[in-house]
């Protein structure tokens, strides 16, 4: 009779995977139904011959609905079997129960966590530095899942971040460290992990500047009042220290001390909060910098800010500035190139902020300031951001068609840049011909 029947849909067109398939539905349907209606000791039966197949599409509900009938908790005889018998099959649980089976089995925990975060930190890499409010990667979201409102996992998981950062120096950890508490409160359970967590009120601070693409000079001493705040040799420190060197801070904060000092120059004034503010920006980008060596050699200490050197450069980018604006050439060229040497090789933050500001001299045609920035830039410096980099040389080469002359008057100082930090080609491209 069924091959009669089969033969019979062939002829009216219905391919035999289509009846298949809808047959398998039909059983499983009724299945899941029975199982319903079962005892909770008849569920465990079947969930336990059942629970092998678990990884095949068809028959997942099937062990689902039992665990469902079950009350949703595996039973302890079996968490051990996910280290062997059943070893990588709880992936295919539902989230409670995959939750239950990593807290009682850490090398299960550790095996798929490290998986999830690996394939979350490539995928963060082929794609744009995301904003808070951006669709967030897939991996993220299947972190979270698997994190929910268990502290111990989230825990592993912060171990695996700091881990993978204190070995590579790669910020998408520190981007991840924040992204992933920020996405906690939208999980289940979740509300109560990211609560726990004392990085959480910083994370929202975070939140608000890049929602706002900028660091607020008051954001700014709110979020360092809250990590000085933190005695020293308190492991929190090197968190909050990740959490500042995600990409976007990073950028933020280095943008916002440029357009700060150009908007002092603009309005001719230097208010008694100037220092104040440009020191809670300059703190965030030291450490910024200084995360790597905090998670890496544990010693959780607040860097010190180099106060005077930061005073000499930032004086420097003033006088340039204001240069600028007049259309004069700056007084003495030869002494502000010697202090912005000096300062930025006593300073960190100095050092790594001469890239933004030759960006912004670039775009806005400073010829004179390009002249001082670029020879003092020393080896390796381009590491500082490749987006600055990248605007540099965007800004640049325009100077091609707008300013020839003035390009060429820097050509020289350019090369030889180009070749100290290992932009030859790109140099090149720009000068080529002129």
Not at 363 to 387: E, Q, Y
Not at 412 to 430: A, D, E, Q, Y
Request: charged letters at 25%; hydrophobic letters at 40%.
């Amino acid at each position: 009779m069924c091959v009669q029947m089969l033969q019979f849909l062939n002829v009216l067109g219905v391919r035999r995977g289509e009846i298949y398939e809808m047959m398998m539905k039909t059983i499983r349907a009724n299945l899941e139904e029975a199982i319903e209606k079962r005892s909770i000791e008849e569920a465990e039966k079947i969930f336990r011959l059942s629970l092998p197949y678990v990884h095949a599409y068809e028959l997942r509900p099937v062990v689902n609905k039992a665990l469902s009938r079950m009350g949703g908790v595996v039973p302890e005889e079996f968490l051990p079997l996910f280290s062997t018998k059943y070893k990588g099959l709880e992936v295919h649980l539902p989230p409670d129960a995959r939750r239950q089976v990593w807290e009682a089995n850490s090398e299960a925990a550790l095996r798929q966590l490290n998986d999830l975060l690996k394939a979350c930190v490539t995928e963060s890499s082929q794609t744009q530095m995301s904003s808070i409010d951006s669709k967030q990667p897939k991996s993220l979201l299947a972190i979270g899942e698997a994190v929910g409102g268990s502290w111990s996992l989230y825990q592993t998981v912060l171990k695996l971040l700091r881990g993978g950062f204190a070995h590579s120096a790669n910020s998408r950890y520190c981007q991840l460290r924040l992204d992933l508490l920020l996405s906690l409160p939208f999980q289940s359970k979740g509300q109560q992990v990211y609560d726990k967590d004392p990085c959480s009120k910083l994370s929202t601070a975070l939140q608000t500047c890049i929602r706002s693409n900028k660091v607020a000079t008051d954001h700014a001493k709110s979020i360092t009042k809250m990590v000085y705040g933190v005695p020293n040799n308190h492991p929190v420190l090197g968190d909050m220290a990740m959490m500042l060197n995600h990409p976007r801070i990073t950028i933020l904060a280095k943008r916002e001390i440029v357009k700060y000092l150009g908007s002092l120059v603009v309005k001719k004034a230097l208010p008694r909060s100037a220092m104040t503010d440009l020191s809670a920006l300059s703190k965030i980008v030291l450490l910024s910098l200084n995360a790597a060596v905090l998670i890496k050699t544990r010693k959780f200490t607040k860097p010190k800010l180099e106060d005077l050197a930061l005073k000499v450069f930032y004086t420097a980018m003033v006088s340039l500035l204001g240069s600028k604006l007049l259309g004069e050439e700056p007084p003495d060229l030869s002494t502000i190139l010697t202090l912005v040497r000096k300062s930025s090789r006593s300073s960190h933050v100095a050092q790594h902020m001469l890239l933004p500001f030759l960006g912004r001299a670039a775009r806005t045609g400073d010829m004179w300031s390009v002249k001082v920035l670029l020879p003092a830039m020393a080896k390796g410096s381009s590491n500082s951001g490749k987006v600055f980099l990248d605007e540099f040389f965007a800004s640049i080469s325009q100077w091609r068609r707008r300013s020839p002359e003035s390009l060429k008057s820097i050509k020289s100082v350019l090369k030889t840049w180009g070749r100290r930090i290992g932009v030859s080609k790109r140099v090149s491209k720009v000068t080529d011909g002129i």
